[in-house]
């Protein structure tokens, strides 16, 4: 018995020595000192030993015991420190590494330039004026002096909600001009910017949605110089000082007299290149003196008040500004492309 004794000593502390791993250390534990392990199994034999001899056998057997709990718990405690090493390893911070930026969106080019063209108006005292994207056709043509059967009608009247066509997705935001009047007296200042929608067909200059700025300037004595003091304002603001801007006839039921404003080519300054195509001029927006009709039409006295109004195609900015050459980009919403503004 002495010598099973002896030989689960030396057999366990080398198999614990030689254990890495936790669960290991475990099942050793277990083959030794569990109720069906080797010591046990040894123990249970003491009945057929002599009352002499036992005392002694008792004794070794109860230091083997010791000896292999001491080394499994010396043991299990390096493993546990191994563990804590690993792992404190695994999840080392090197606080010199420079952090990860996350990354953050930012405007859409539209919104940046719709944003400033806001920001230029309300400094000139303009106030921003909402009108329905879903418009009476009453308001989009009768009102601004587009009668039934009008030819303008033909190319703009566009997407029907009511079969009996009085309702229809708006193709200008001109109609919010008859909104604002008729509500408020002059001096009526505002700009209306927001969607609009036409028959187009899709390419890199048109779609069938797209988003303009209305504005309307209504008071005693405004005349045309104003309407011009203020878009070369507009121009110089958006696209450097100097910028200059020229005033083409033009025809608008709803205004007259009515133009078409072009800016200086802001790529080649008039010279004429590929972005103005060679005219040296690029087209802006339609504007015009307030038809008298319509502010007749509004309960204002065209003999005693005057007015001009105007509407930019943001989009048409919008390419302008970031020399985006397809309107389609703008819409595509590819983060690729857009990241770049
Ligand atoms: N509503 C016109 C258009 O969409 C632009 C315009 C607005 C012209 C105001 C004159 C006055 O083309």
């Given amino acids: 018995m002495k010598a099973k004794l002896e030989e689960i000593r030396s057999a366990s502390m ?37 009352p002499e001899e036992r005392p002694a056998m008792g004794q070794l057997a109860n230091e083997v015991r010791a000896r292999i709990e001491g080394a499994i718990s010396e043991k299990a405690a390096l493993i546990r420190e191994a563990m804590l090493e690993k792992k404190l390893e695994a999840e080392a911070l090197d606080v010199t590494i420079p952090g990860k930026k996350p990354s953050l969106g930012h405007k859409h080019p539209m919104s940046v330039v719709l944003d400033e063209a806001k920001d230029i108006f309300i400094g000139m005292g303009f106030t921003i004026a909402e009108g329905p994207e879903v418009e009476l056709t009453e308001y989009d043509f009768t ?3 587009i009668p039934e059967g009008h030819t303008v009608r033909d190319w703009q009247d566009t997407f029907y909600i009511t079969e009996d066509e009085k309702i229809h997705l708006r193709c200008q935001t001109s109609p919010v001009q008859v909104r604002v009047m008729e509500k408020t007296k002059p001096p009526i200042r505002i700009i209306s910017p927001g969607r609009v929608y036409r028959k187009d067909e899709v390419d890199a200059t048109h779609s069938p949605m797209f988003h303009q700025i209305e504005g309307l300037v209504v008071d005693k004595g405004v005349t045309m110089g104003d309407l011009k003091g203020t878009l070369n304002a507009l121009v110089e603001k958006l696209y450097g000082a100097g910028t200059k801007t020229r005033f083409r006839p033009h025809h608008f039921p709803f205004t007259e007299p009515s ?38 039409g509004c309960g204002i006295d065209p003999e005693v008040y005057s007015g001009f109004a105007f509407g930019i195609g943001v989009e048409r900015m919008t390419m302008r500004r970031f020399n985006i050459p397809d309107l389609r980009l703008i819409y595509e919403n590819d983060v690729s492309f857009l990241g770049q503004f």
């Avoid at 200086?264 to 008298?292: D, N, S, T, Y």
């Fill in 14 to 50: 080398k198999a614990i020595e030689s254990v890495a791993e936790a669960a290991d250390l475990e099942a050793l534990r277990i083959r030794y000192l569990g109720k069906k392990g080797e010591l046990t199994a040894v123990l249970k034999q003491m009945g057929s030993l002599t």
């Fill in 143 to 145: 009102r601004l002096n």
């Fill in 259 to 296: 133009c078409e404003v072009d800016m200086q080519c802001f790529a080649c300054g008039g010279a004429g290149c590929r972005v103005c195509k060679g005219e040296g001029w690029i087209e802006l927006l339609g504007a015009g003196m307030v038809h008298p009709k319509v502010l007749e």
